[in-house]
């Protein structure tokens, strides 16, 4: 866990900087720059979920399949050859079957809205659905240069680009739409050509640490078993990238594109506790792969264990933050933001206990039982899909407690996380007989809620700003004393003893 402690401390400052700008322009900048239009806010992100889920068809599973199979050929330039190749395949593939059904596609995505303002934002989305198709370009080969990079062990660049350069960038194109240096079609194209530079930059960086050879002969790698192993986790990653975007999807299809830009800014919020597990899931990945590489079952559940209980402390303490804060946070939205508190509480609620299980879906999509990869998650993609129509529209069995709309689209987010890694959980313990809690889950699970309870007492003031600093800083306080005595993980007690060490030198 060395590299893996060292690497995520950068990373996790790459990641929490990122988190700066994300929550400016998520929580400050969208809701006043489309206060006005917010379905123009709710067009980007509805422009982004498509491109996301196309590129993962489009992909046809070479991301993993070259972090899985990297450490295991001989000659690498022959798969990285492949790697590249493979998507640009499937992205024809992509744009033909586009062309073909375009108009009926277009008229199954329609809003089911007779709203003028959402009726014009749908014809800009027809105007410029091409823009689309640059973007699953752009992102699918960034990320096959994330896979390569992650794979030769340098995963703190792309992180840079994704949280620094790609958010920094979007804060900049969001002033200039503010204040009218720019209109918002120029925004839109601007905002995908930060895509391209960041699938340069990033094959620039790989190249000067790796020398490559194209090559179109691939007679030394074992071509079918990637094949089938790429398309087991095409199918399986499709259906988890399909589950994460189909939310904001079927939102703008089912109640319009305004409601897509408040549940933006609310699902920010709330996701922001899934930070750590992403910091540390980019260095286990290709350790995971090594350690099923060398069939060395100790060192995963080594991995499993700490990765579950590192995530669980830092992911709890992010929890409590925005928990605690939130009716002061959405206060200092306009009005029309500023209902989203419950899709908040079941977003961060929902993702507490995701990083809470652990790198699980790592070690099975390396493992000899990557099929279940795909198993799994196709249910989670029907189970999704059935709560969503249940709970989105103004029919929702609990529609009496609000959960209905937005709501019921994070409440559906929450039964499907739930649903999705307790089945994980329970195949790994039944197949490796490993398994990602301890006692220490349950001293930190108790820790959380004794602080929970204690910060009621915390005495506030009318400033919401004050109140905010002041109450991080209490739990803080209580927190982090508390984890280190009861040395809850060894990794992030040694983080501490570092910083201390550095702060008295």
């Known amino acids: 866990m060395g590299i893996v402690k060292n690497q995520s401390i950068k990373n996790s400052l790459f990641f929490y900087t990122g988190i700066a700008f994300g ?6 900048l969208y ?61 024809l593939l992509v744009l033909v079957l586009y062309f073909l059904f375009k108009h009926n596609f277009l008229d199954f995505i329609k809003p089911n809205s007779d709203d003028l303002d959402e009726l014009k934002t749908f014809s800009l989305l027809k105007l410029n659905f091409h823009l689309v198709f640059f973007l699953v370009a752009f992102i699918s080969f960034f990320e096959v240069f994330c896979s390569l990079s992650y794979s030769i062990l340098n ?81 399986g990653g499709a259906s988890a990238i399909l589950v994460s975007k189909v939310d904001m999807v079927m939102i703008g299809k089912l109640i319009g594109y305004k409601e897509v830009a408040f549940y933006t800014v609310a699902y920010f919020i709330g996701n922001v506790v899934r930070v750590p597990a992403r910091a540390i899931g980019s260095i286990c990945m290709p350790l995971v792969a090594r350690a099923w590489g060398n069939d060395d079952l100790v060192a995963i559940k080594d991995i499993y264990v700490k990765s579950a209980i590192n995530q669980l402390i830092l992911g709890g303490l992010i929890f409590l933050g925005v928990w605690l804060n939130i009716d002061d946070a959405l206060s200092l939205f306009p009005a029309k933001f500023q209902g989203g508190r419950l899709v908040v509480f079941f977003i961060a609620f929902s993702q507490l206990f995701n990083v809470s299980t652990g790198v699980n879906g ?27 129509f249940i709970f989105i529209p103004s029919t929702s069995p609990l529609a009496a407690y609000d959960i209905v709309g937005i709501n019921g689209a994070a409440f559906a987010t929450l039964l499907s996380v739930f649903f999705f890694n307790t089945i994980k959980m329970m195949f790994m313990y039944w197949k490796m007989g490993i398994q990602p809690f301890s006692i220490k889950t349950l001293y930190t699970v108790f820790l959380l809620s004794i602080i929970y309870y204690l910060s009621f007492y915390i005495p506030v003031t009318e400033n919401v700003y004050f109140n905010f600093l002041w109450r991080s800083f209490c739990v803080l306080l209580l927190f982090i004393p508390a984890m280190y005595l009861l040395n809850l993980s060894k990794d992030i007690n040694q983080v501490i003893l570092d910083i201390t060490k550095k702060i008295i030198k």
Request: hydrophobic fraction near 50%; aromatic fraction near 20%.
């Open 23 to 28: 929550a400016f322009s998520t929580i400050i």
């Open 31 to 91: 809701p006043n720059v489309f206060n006005v239009y917010p379905e123009h806010l709710g067009l980007l992100q509805v422009i982004v979920a498509y491109s996301t889920m196309i590129s993962a068809f489009s992909l046809l599973g070479t991301p993993k399949t070259l972090i899985r199979f990297f450490p295991r050929v001989k000659n690498q330039n022959q798969l990285i050859s492949l790697s590249f190749l493979i998507p640009s395949i499937g992205f």
């Open 155 to 235: 995963s703190t660049f792309p992180i840079f680009l994704k949280e620094i350069f790609l958010k920094g960038m979007n804060v900049i194109l969001l002033f200039l739409h503010w204040f009218n240096y720019i209109d918002f079609p120029t925004f839109l194209k601007l905002y995908i050509a930060l895509y391209l530079g960041m699938a340069i930059f990033l094959s620039i960086n790989v190249f000067r640490k790796y020398t490559y050879k194209l090559t179109f002969s691939f007679n030394e790698i074992q071509s079918k078993e990637l094949v089938v192993y790429g398309l087991y986790v095409l199918a």
């Open 362 to 388: 790592l070690i099975i999509a390396n493992s000899k039982y990557y099929r279940f990869d795909l198993y799994s998650n196709f249910m989670l993609l029907c189970f999704t899909l059935f709560t969503n």
